[in-house]
């Protein structure tokens, strides 16, 4: 499908790999132009240069900075729009920070949790909508986790700030409204890429049990890809989209229940 996202500057963040790197991929292959960021600048560069070889070098920009800061989120918009064009969509995908199991999390574990996964989406989405409101356009998108729609024993931080992340996209959807920009979330399921958790459990020690559960838990019994979130993401971000908004959408092979 032709998405209209031709030409259209798109700012992902964590886009070095899994999901963040599947959404690049996808928004490049609909003829977007996309701007890269990421903590780690040695991946960042890698990732950057195969996909300039690939698509172009003017498809692309990037820059590593830590997206749970203000200052960076700020930095890199005021740059992408100095040096690479007005921006038109961005997506909130932060990675994980780690959490024991169990009620007993101290505090710095709490606050990080909630930084990591929360308060850096709002960050992020704050700094896209001051820029995107005076053109009465454009697109955000946060990546969430079906984890934060239900309650599947996953460590405290991570679902409960996923859920305020549903809310919080909600919330920002009825005021962007009127500015004619929208904000919608995916909540994915069991994505398997290289280097991620998944791809550790279902070739670790317990791999057979693991499997097992996919086959219970998901319909589809598989793993999903980043490929395929690239794909929802890619249209929610479109005029194909142009009267979804506020909307949370799983993307996890029929899981969620």
């Known amino acids: 499908m032709e998405l209209g996202l031709q030409d259209k500057v798109i700012v992902v963040a964590g886009a070095s790999r899994g999901i963040g790197l599947g959404i690049v991929e996808a928004c490049l292959a609909e003829g977007a132009r996309v701007a890269l960021a ?23 920009w990037s820059m590593a900075g830590d997206m749970r800061e203000t200052q960076a989120i700020e930095t890199l918009l005021d740059r992408v729009e100095a040096e690479f064009g007005p921006v038109w969509g961005g997506v909130a995908n932060v990675g994980l920070f780690p959490c024991p199991a169990g009620y007993d999390v101290d505090d710095e574990t709490w606050a990080g949790g909630f930084a990591q996964n929360l308060d850096s989406s709002y960050r992020l989405a704050r700094g896209l909508m001051r820029r995107m409101e005076p053109r009465e356009e454009g697109a955000i998108l946060f990546i969430s986790s079906i984890a934060g729609l239900a309650s ?26 009127p500015m004619g920009i929208r904000v919608n979330t995916i ?14 459990r279902s070739t670790g020690n ?20 980043p490929e ?18 506020g909307t949370v959408l799983p993307v996890d092979g029929g899981q969620t229940r």
């Open 152 to 177: 599947l024993g996953t460590p405290l931080t991570y679902g409960t700030s996923k859920a305020a992340m549903n809310h919080l996209s909600g919330e920002l959807a009825r005021t962007a409204g």
């Open 187 to 200: 909540a994915p399921g069991n994505i398997i890429f290289p280097g991620g958790d998944w791809e550790a």
């Open 206 to 225: 317990r791999a057979d049990a693991w499997w097992r559960w996919i086959r219970r838990e998901v319909p589809m019994q598989r793993f999903g890809t």
């Open 228 to 245: 395929e979130i690239g794909n929802a993401a890619a249209w929610l971000l479109s005029a194909k989209a142009s009267f979804v908004t």
């Open 38 to 60: 990421a903590r780690g600048a040695d991946a960042l560069r890698d990732v950057h240069e195969r996909l300039a070889e690939k698509h172009g070098a003017d498809r692309l």
